[in-house]
């Protein structure tokens, strides 16, 4: 019996190693198709119609108060109040409306002084206020008093300690003067 069982397994050893034969009439399962996931879609954030004011569109200011070196009383990082000239617009929709309080901001002092040295100021627009919303600004502006170098030569041959005297002029800035700003964030506009 045992020989049986020995021959039992041999047997079934050797139809496990045996290829096995198809018949002609069975056909191969297909396999499914992989379908790759869809391409993401473009979000339009905004219209083709443009609806975005660019950073660097001009903002015309004026400024609303006078900065002088005369008296030496101005200093680095004083505000300066400005506000909008004329309306800003994107196609016939008013982005900012002229007379929009701006502000900005002195950067550099340099006062009148002896041997005809002339004062001078540096300044530059830092935002605008429309509703409750700031709006960044970039652009700078300045202004040079006169040197009085040609006197203080000419005195200075006739009589050296005139130099001491003689001064250039304050650098001023008057209310009403044009400053030109521009833009320094895309302003994205909602148009009816």
Same mark, same amino acid.
């Given at each position: 019996m045992s020989s049986f069982v020995?021959? /039992?397994?041999?047997?079934?050893?050797?139809?496990?190693?045996?290829?096995? +034969?198809? %018949?002609?009439?069975?056909?191969?399962?297909?396999? %499914? *198709?992989?379908? @790759? %996931? +869809?391409?993401?879609?473009a979000v339009i954030i905004s219209?083709?119609?443009?609806?975005? /004011? #660019? *950073? !660097?569109?001009?903002?015309p200011l004026i400024m609303v108060e006078s900065i002088t070196t =005369? !008296?030496?009383?101005? #200093?680095v990082s004083q505000r300066i109040r400005m506000q909008v000239a004329t309306d800003v617009r994107l196609g016939s929709a008013v982005v900012i409306p002229a007379g929009s309080?701006? &502000?900005? &901001?002195?950067?550099?002092?340099?006062n009148k002084g002896m041997w005809g040295k002339s004062g001078r100021i540096e300044a530059r627009a830092l935002n605008v206020r429309v !509703?409750? #919303?700031?709006?960044?600004?970039? !652009?700078?502006f300045d202004d040079k008093g006169v040197s009085g170098?040609?006197?203080v030569v000419a005195s200075a041959l006739l /009589?050296?300690?005139?130099?001491?005297?003689?001064?250039?002029?304050? @650098? =001023?800035? %008057?209310?009403g003067s044009g400053v030109k700003a521009f833009l320094d &964030?895309?302003?994205r506009i909602a148009v009816p």
């Open positions: 020995a021959a /039992l397994a041999a047997l079934a050893a050797l139809q496990a190693t045996a290829p096995q +034969a198809v %018949p002609v009439t069975a056909q191969p399962t297909p396999t %499914p *198709a992989v379908i @790759a %996931p +869809a391409a993401p879609r219209p083709a119609t443009g609806s975005v /004011l #660019r *950073a !660097g569109t001009e903002v =005369n !008296g030496k009383k101005l #200093r309080l701006a &502000e900005g &901001e002195v950067t550099d002092v340099k !509703g409750d #919303r700031l709006i960044r600004l970039n !652009g700078t170098t040609a006197g /009589l050296p300690v005139v130099g001491f005297v003689v001064t250039g002029t304050s @650098a =001023n800035i %008057p209310a &964030e895309d302003l």
